[in-house]
């Protein structure tokens, strides 16, 4: 997978514009129909979401030493169109915050021609790794882990 990234900063609906990662489909990730399986979409979107996270300051690793951890809750995917072997997408990723232990993480696949190919939305806490229960503040905690906390949709409120 190729990590040509880019992001923006938050708007004023509570989400941080688009940060996508490229990616270009592998044979062996195709099934017998020749297109993309359908589990890879999720191991897609998991890739975007962590290089979100590395760009916004965020390592996996001090995650584990402050004992806190991202869980996925519910995921929806919407199948649009067919990717095969060799196509070149975009996958981006924004934080949608509200109030309470969860937030949403909307995703789209795009190809390069801008063809949507599947939508990716999920419902996510911050897991305390030690009592196994969701943090009450997600946001105020990953403020916190975060060198830039604008690529996650976070402002100083």
Not at 20 to 27: D, F, K, L
Not at 34 to 48: D, F, I, K, P, T
Not at 128 to 146: I, M, N, S, V, Y
């Amino acid at each position: 997978m190729t990590d040509a990234a880019e992001a923006a900063g938050a708007t004023s609906a509570g989400a941080a514009e688009a940060f996508a990662v490229a990616v270009t489909v592998r044979g062996y990730e195709t099934d017998t129909q020749g297109h993309l399986n359908q589990s890879v979409y999720l191991q897609y979107a998991e890739h975007a979401r962590w290089s979100l996270l590395q760009a916004s300051g965020i390592r996996q690793s001090t995650m584990v030493d402050r004992r806190v951890g991202p869980v996925t809750v519910e995921t929806t995917i919407r199948y649009r169109r067919e990717l095969r072997a060799g196509d070149e997408v975009e996958v981006s990723c924004a934080f949608v915050w509200g109030e309470g232990k969860t937030f949403r993480i909307e995703q789209t696949v795009r190809k390069t021609d801008g063809t949507v190919a599947a939508e990716v939305s999920a419902v996510c806490g911050l897991l305390d790794l030690t009592e196994r229960k969701l943090l009450k503040d997600p946001r105020a905690a990953f403020r916190e882990l975060a060198e830039d906390p604008s690529l996650l949709g976070l402002t100083g409120d």
